[in-house]
C-alpha cells in the first residue's frame, strides 16, 4: 500500500539556520504530494503541494520538489524564523481518493 | 470565506458511552474526511464522505461511524468508547473530492476516562 517516510525528530535549529527535512514516498502510479503544519493546539493547515513530477511547491519561504526517479519530496527553508517552530507532516493522496496518507511528523523547534 | 468549523473543541467521555462530534465544511464544498490523531498512532483515516454517500472507508472498527448531510455538514459517532479512542478528532473539507487540497479544521479533542 501507500506510505510515507519522514525524518524522525525532534530537529532543534537556531534562527536563519538552513532546514530539510526528508520526506520519501511509496505509491504506485502518480501520486499527490503535500506538506501540512500544526502549530501547538491546532489543526493541520497546507503548506505546499505539488500534484506532478518536477513540480516544485513553495509557500513562506518553504520549498519542496516533486522527484519522482528519487520518490522524495523534501521540505526546505534557507532561513527559520522562531514562529517556523511546529509540526510538519509529509502526505500523499492517489488514485481519486480523497484519503491522504501521512507521515509520522516532524517536530521543528527553532531558538532565538 | 469562513474555514472548517468542528463542534465541540474539547470533550470528555466515559468509557462506554458514545459521542458525536460534528463538522462544518468550508461553504460550497461537498467533501468531507475524518481522521484521527493520536500520539502513537499518528494521523490515520476513519472516512470520507461526497455528497451525503461514504467514498471511503479507513480500517476502524463499527463502532466509528459517520454521516453527511445534504449541506455537507458531517457528523461522526463513536458509540461504546474506549479509553484508546482518546484523541484529536481532525475534520478536513475539500471542493469535489478528487485529489483536491484538503482543508482541515481545529479538530475536536477528545478524553475518554
Known amino acids: 500500500g501507500n506510505s510515507v517516510t519522514q525524518m524522525e525528530g525532534p530537529v532543534t535549529l537556531s534562527e536563519e539556520a538552513f532546514l530539510t527535512i526528508n520526506c520519501t514516498y511509496t505509491?504506485?502510479?502518480?501520486?499527490?504530494l503535500f506538506w501540512y503544519v500544526q502549530y501547538p493546539g491546532e489543526g493541520l493547515q497546507l503548506l505546499l503541494k505539488?500534484?506532478?513530477?518536477?513540480d516544485k511547491g513553495s509557500n513562506k519561504g518553504f520549498e519542496a520538489t516533486y522527484r519522482k526517479e528519487t520518490t522524495s519530496f523534501h521540505l526546505e527553508k534557507g532561513s527559520v524564523q522562531v514562529s517556523d517552530s511546529a509540526v510538519y507532516f509529509c502526505a500523499l493522496t492517489q488514485g481519486g481518493s480523497e484519503k491522504l496518507v501521512f507521515g509520522k511528523g516532524t517536530k521543528l523547534t527553532v531558538n532565538p | 470565506k469562513a474555514g472548517v468549523t468542528q463542534t465541540p473543541r474539547y470533550l470528555i467521555k466515559t468509557r462506554g458511552q458514545q459521542v458525536t462530534l460534528s463538522c462544518s465544511p468550508i461553504s460550497g464544498h461537498r467533501s468531507v474526511s475524518w481522521y484521527q490523531q493520536t500520539p502513537g498512532q499518528g494521523l490515520q483515516f476513519l472516512f470520507e464522505y461526497f455528497s451525503e454517500t461514504q467514498r471511503n472507508k479507513g480500517n476502524f472498527p463499527g463502532r466509528f461511524s459517520g454521516r453527511q448531510f445534504s449541506n455537507s455538514r458531517s457528523e461522526m459517532n463513536v458509540s461504546t468508547l474506549e479509553l484508546g479512542d482518546s484523541a484529536l478528532y481532525l475534520c478536513?473539507?475539500?471542493?469535489?473530492?478528487?485529489?483536491?487540497?484538503?482543508?482541515f479544521g481545529p479538530g475536536t479533542r477528545l478524553l475518554v476516562l
Open positions: 505509491a504506485t502510479g502518480y501520486p499527490s
Open positions: 478536513a473539507s475539500s471542493l469535489d473530492g478528487v485529489q483536491e487540497t484538503q482543508y
Open positions: 505539488a500534484t506532478k513530477a518536477d
